[in-house]
């Protein structure tokens, strides 16, 4: 397994290559570059993706090296520029990429494991939290608190909230109209534990995300209060650049959707708390575009 050490500008430098021109013959790249958005997982636990790699290259019979991201941002210009071969998207930054470039293919998800906030299956919540000990009991305590956003491009993190529970407080996308001050975290796990440490009153967070963050022994349960929860939400998607070759493709996903019959695999389905990978398609992120176009339509 590598890692490479190439900057992001590397995938940057490709910007000016156009994602419209005309369909060329398949690619079949002798290395495969595999990204995820910036996670706990992925800034603090990059090993245990080493059976996922291992597996890509078992069936690809390819190099992989991983890209550590910057930021969601980082991710889907890394595909869309054709660098970065297979990531993992948050739903919301999924449909920004398939925007951007149409030929990008979903292809699976991962179930969760029931934790301590997150539910068993292959969705999650976004949960509005604050400290357990703070004065802020109910929805309408919140007016005028400093409320914590994880990332632009973050489905639970940011478009939801602004989307949804926008009209939970009469204000649509401008939660700055009701919160003092609205700021970006740059992260589930930092929103969570600005949260804890008092440099925000509120957050809205994914619940597997806030689970990592207990996990890890860096809070616990009894340090918040949830005070909001939306619907079901799809899982993150695993995607691919849709120019791969069809056996490329094939290959990929056989590496996900089998990995949880290989014993070695379980250290990393332990890791992300999730039990076996599954298939997904486009059609299962609508709902997301529907925030999306709810959102577009209300910025006019």
């Known amino acids: 397994m590598k890692f490479t050490k190439h900057l992001f500008l590397a995938a940057s430098a490709l910007a000016g290559l156009s994602t419209g021109a005309a369909a060329q013959d398949c690619t079949n790249p002798d290395t495969l570059v595999f990204s995820i958005i910036p996670t706990e997982e992925t800034t603090q636990e990059v090993d245990i993706y080493q059976p996922l790699l291992a597996k890509l290259k078992e069936k690809t019979g390819k190099d992989v090296e991983f890209f550590m991201p910057t930021s969601y941002a980082s991710v889907i210009e890394g595909m869309i520029n054709g660098w970065v071969q297979i990531g993992v998207h948050g739903p919301n930054s999924y449909v920004l990429a398939k925007e951007k470039d149409p030929n990008l293919e979903v292809f699976a998800t991962y179930t969760k494991k029931k934790g301590h906030f997150q539910e068993e299956g292959a969705g999650y919540r976004a949960v509005l939290i604050t400290r357990a000990d703070s004065?802020?009991?109910?929805?309408?305590?919140?007016?005028?608190?400093?409320?914590?956003?994880?990332?632009?491009?973050?489905?639970?993190?940011?478009l939801l909230p602004r989307m949804v529970f926008g009209e939970v407080v009469g204000t649509g996308p401008d939660l700055e109209n009701y919160f003092s001050k609205v700021v970006y975290t740059g992260g589930h796990?930092?929103?969570?534990?600005?949260?804890?440490?008092?440099?925000?009153?509120?957050?809205?967070?994914?619940?597997h995300r806030l689970d990592n963050v207990i996990d890890r022994g860096l809070a616990s349960t009894e340090d918040y209060r949830v005070l909001w929860q939306s619907d079901i939400i799809p899982q993150d998607p695993m995607v691919m650049r849709g120019d791969l070759c069809d056996d490329v493709k094939a290959q990929i996903k056989d590496?996900?959707?089998?990995l949880h019959e290989d014993p070695a695999s379980q250290p990393f389905f332990d890791g992300i708390n999730s039990t076996k990978f599954v298939p997904m398609t486009d059609a299962d992120y609508d709902i997301i575009r529907k925030l999306v176009a709810a959102e577009e339509a209300a910025a006019k």
Do not use: H, M, Y
Not at 189 to 207: P, Y
Not at 255 to 258: E, G, I, S, Y
């Open 135 to 158: 004065p802020i009991a109910d929805v309408e305590g919140l007016k005028g608190s400093v409320l914590g956003l994880a990332d632009p491009a973050s489905t639970s993190g940011n």
């Open 255 to 258: 590496a996900f959707l089998t």
């Open 189 to 207: 796990d930092q929103s969570a534990l600005a949260v804890k440490e008092g440099r925000v009153d509120d957050a809205f967070v994914a619940t």
